[in-house]
């Protein structure tokens, strides 16, 4: 019998309780022994949950307990989880988890320890909820040199862009519903400027080159400056707006980013709705390959903790390996990347602000339509540094009188 303990009982702790609970008897079979619940660490009081009776308010109690072969660690945040799981690790203990915080910052550490002390740090569930993307990172795609990952990974955003290209609603409105129906906080920020992706990006690309890919690192723009008129530019391009994340491996090095990108239909991440995630990796050999599904809520979230839970406990004194160091893999400055942009402006003169327009950018196909006195037009690829500086000079060009967004257009 392998017994773990469950440090919070929040939305991901109650789940793993939940499927543990639910799915015993099956888990317990391919975990090749009985899995039992000995602890649920939290500060609250649950009266009438049958989490009572093994409820705990104190950690040392799990930690002084030789018994608790495996911690699972669905706190979030950085601290006390931190604390909480390197000391579990160190006592031998292994650890899965939920918290790609805890992992984007710590993880090469984290796994460092676990190597040393032969137990093991697994954390699938940190990156695209149920979706299962690291473990075939680190055991399936071995033979493959991973050329790029992509993909949309945040279920909030990814809603709320949804809703305004298909309702044609304004972004404070979707904000608004996305957090009637608990899909976005009530403080948004880790969602809509796109933290929570870019700690994602950062596991997947930590993986994908074994070195430590600092989040810090990686630019990162969220949704909050798209508007119902920039997805409608986008659609009248025939194309949908996404926040999307990007780690590139190339010959010259490393690049990754978090923004809003202008995909295009046979894009396969166009039609990726709603709370939806999708990942898509590119190997030098396996070619593309696509992994969709529901990238957060409570039950995903939890069968993927559980698939580590079972993991854990079959490889007891056996670490996997995974190989993920503490070296810092340098990334390329993203403004020597070639892009294409979509760019909208306002003008007060429309033959003058066109003839402007072409005199920097050559030829373009002008989109008019949507609004009053303003057009957008897509630059044709360049480095991110050249359509920039091209877009600043729009600014001061006669006939235009504003530049109301510039937004990345896939490029390959």
């Given at each position: 019998m392998a017994a773990i303990a469950i440090l919070g009982y929040g939305t991901v702790g109650s789940g793993v309780y939940e499927v543990l609970k639910t799915n015993g008897e099956s888990i317990d079979k391919k975990a090749l022994q009985p899995i039992t619940i000995k602890y649920v660490l939290d500060l609250r009081d649950f009266p009438g949950d049958?989490?009572?009776?093994?409820?705990?308010h104190d950690f040392e109690d799990?930690?002084?307990?030789?018994?608790?072969?495996?911690?699972?660690?669905?706190?979030?945040?950085?601290e006390p989880a931190y604390t909480f799981v390197k000391r579990s690790i160190l006592k031998g203990k292994s650890v899965c988890t939920s918290n790609k915080a805890l992992v984007a910052k710590?993880?090469?550490e984290?796994?460092?320890?676990?190597?040393?002390?032969?137990?093991?740090?697994?954390?699938?569930?940190?990156?695209?909820?149920?979706?299962?993307?690291?473990r075939p990172?680190?055991?399936?795609?071995?033979?493959?040199?991973?050329e790029e990952i992509t993909g949309i990974l945040n279920g909030t955003t990814?809603?709320?862009?949804?809703?305004?290209?298909?309702?044609?609603?304004?972004?404070?409105?979707?904000?608004?519903?996305?957090?009637?129906?608990?899909?976005?906080?009530?403080?948004?920020?880790?969602?809509?400027?796109g933290h929570d992706t870019c700690r994602k990006i950062a596991i997947l690309a930590s993986l994908a080159t074994g070195r430590q890919v600092n989040f810090e690192d990686i630019y990162t723009e969220g949704i909050t400056n798209v508007s119902k008129t920039d997805i409608d530019y986008a659609k009248a391009?025939?194309?949908?707006?996404?926040?999307?994340?990007?780690?590139?491996?190339?010959?010259?090095?490393?690049?990754?980013?978090?923004?809003?990108?202008?995909?295009?239909?046979?894009?396969?991440?166009?039609?990726?709705?709603?709370?939806?995630?999708?990942?898509?990796?590119?190997?030098n050999m396996l070619g593309e390959v696509m992994f969709y599904g529901k990238g957060a809520g409570k039950l995903p979230t939890a069968a993927a903790v559980v698939s580590d839970i079972v993991d854990a406990v079959r490889h007891k004194n056996i670490n996997l390996g995974v190989h993920w160091s503490e070296e810092v893999q340098p990334l390329l400055d993203i403004n020597n990347v070639k892009v294409k942009k979509l760019v909208r402006f306002a003008y007060n003169d429309r033959d003058a602000a066109f003839?402007?327009?072409?005199?920097?950018?050559?030829?373009v196909d002008f989109i008019e339509g949507i609004a009053e006195d303003e057009a957008a037009f897509i630059t044709s690829p360049a480095e991110e540094s050249t359509v920039n500086e091209n877009v600043n000079k729009l600014l001061n060009s006669d006939g235009i009188s504003d530049v109301l967004a510039s937004i990345r257009v896939e490029y390959r």
């Open positions: 049958p989490v009572e009776d093994v409820l705990t799990i930690i002084s307990d030789d018994e608790v072969e495996v911690v699972v660690e669905v706190m979030g945040g950085i710590h993880g090469a984290l796994l460092r320890l676990a190597k040393e002390n032969n137990v093991n740090f697994l954390f699938e569930a940190s990156v695209g909820g149920g979706i299962p993307i690291i990172i680190i055991r399936s795609i071995t033979s493959d040199r991973i990814n809603y709320m862009l949804t809703k305004m290209g298909d309702e044609g609603l304004e972004y404070d409105d979707v904000l608004k519903d996305a957090q009637a129906k608990g899909y976005a906080e009530r403080n948004p920020e880790a969602d809509v400027e391009a025939g194309m949908d707006i996404k926040l999307v994340a990007t780690a590139s491996f190339t010959d010259k090095g490393v690049w990754a980013r978090v923004c809003p990108l202008i995909v295009a239909p046979d894009n396969p991440l166009s039609g990726v709705k709603d709370v939806f995630n999708a990942i898509k990796l590119t190997g003839a402007a327009v072409n005199g920097i950018f050559g030829s």
